[in-house]
């Protein structure tokens, strides 16, 4: 018998859930995901690197700093290609300033986005719903059909139904991600975020 559109959906969220809480378990496999990786996207395997380095970096900035660790589990860190963007939604503008200003003295960072927010740290049910989001989001990408365009290239990070979308485009593929997403239900803005080629 058919699922219905609904329990696919649940099942397709439990499954992007399961695979977010995953980290430990496929760092192992990390080396052949950077390598996937940089075949595919226009990353060297050595900037692949320094991306992860630099979230990890980063988090355990954010988490040394008494005046930031309170409010540290809800900023959301992504690096790519040495720009780190910060997400998330937390209750003072000064604590946001000081986790940019932190992070910005890291080894290899470019440049910080600080794209956080403030008023109360979102709740499960809208944390849940952003990576549903940003699932459909990836699957959009899939369909778009432009010469030599992969959507690996691109990084969708979701942050209360706002998408963030970073990677090294044509300015031609950011504006086809971008229209894409756009139309993704429960997006509520696209911000775009490219280094173009």
Do not use: W
Not at 55 to 64: D, E, I, S
Not at 105 to 116: D, E
Not at 146 to 173: H, I, M
Request: proline share 3%.
């Amino acid at each position: 018998m058919p699922l219905s559109l609904k329990t696919n959906g649940l099942l397709f969220l439990m499954l992007a859930l399961t695979l977010t809480g995953c980290a430990p378990v496929l760092l192992g496999g990390a080396a052949a995901g950077a390598g996937v990786s940089a075949f595919y996207g226009r990353r060297d395997a050595q900037t692949l690197f320094d991306d992860q380095q630099i979230q990890f970096a980063a988090l355990g900035a954010l988490k040394q700093d008494a005046r930031i660790k309170r409010d540290a589990d809800a900023i959301s860190v992504t690096s790519y290609n040495r720009t780190v963007l910060l997400t998330g939604q937390i209750e003072a503008e000064a604590v946001a300033n000081r986790a940019a200003e932190r992070i910005s003295r890291l080894a290899k960072v470019k440049r910080v986005i600080n794209q956080l927010n403030f008023g109360m740290p979102l709740d499960f049910a809208r944390k849940t719903e952003d990576v549903y989001i940003t699932s459909r989001a990836k699957l959009a990408l899939t369909q778009i059909s432009l010469p030599d365009f992969n959507a690996t290239r691109v990084k969708v990070v979701t942050s209360n139904g706002v998408v963030y979308l970073l990677g090294l485009v044509r300015e031609k593929e950011g504006d086809a991600a971008a229209e894409k997403v756009r139309y993704v239900p429960g997006v509520r803005r696209v911000v775009k975020l490219f280094e173009y080629q």
